[in-house]
């Protein structure tokens, strides 16, 4: 019994070196992740790392900075995210922004083959999604993309 008293002390003495490190961890693995979720988990060891220097036990320490992280995470990290969002680019991008682009069929399309001519110059493999072929030379629009196959359903203007 009287080893583990000895280690509990030893945890107790050391335990702002535990937090240093976990502090330290958090912020590493914050920089390659950018998603604020390991920052606020470093809030939290920060919070704890606090609570040694006031003199609180280790394990409330332990309870407290996981209180804190959580709370961090919840009521802090959204707004954060929100802000850092706000001046994303809004124009869609890749293949979103060939979902609802218009084209032309320029040979008839069923569910096994067909292609497709898009309205910004691309030439895609194309099927549609109905039984219902579509003729050449109808009007189409994209409802999905499956690798280099566009999903594509008949517009009627």
Do not use: C, Y
């Amino acid at each position: 019994m009287d080893n583990f008293a000895t280690f509990v002390q030893f945890i107790d003495q050391w335990a702002w070196i535990g937090w240093l490190i976990l502090i330290a961890l958090f912020l590493v693995i914050e920089m390659l992740t950018l998603d604020f979720t390991f920052l606020m988990l470093s809030f939290g060891s920060l919070i704890g790392l606090v609570t040694d220097f006031v003199g609180i036990p280790v394990w409330v320490q332990v309870l407290i900075a996981a209180a804190a992280a959580a709370l961090f995470i919840l009521f802090l990290r959204p707004p954060l995210l929100k802000r850092l969002r706000r001046g994303e680019d809004p124009t869609k991008s890749n293949v979103d922004a060939l979902i609802d682009l218009r084209g032309t069929a320029l040979h008839d399309i069923t569910q096994i083959s067909g292609q497709v001519k898009l309205s910004n110059g691309d030439t895609w493999t194309a099927r549609t999604s109905t039984s219902v072929p579509i003729p050449q030379g109808s009007p189409v629009a994209v409802t999905a993309i499956n690798g280099a196959t566009a999903t594509v359903r008949p517009v009627n203007d």
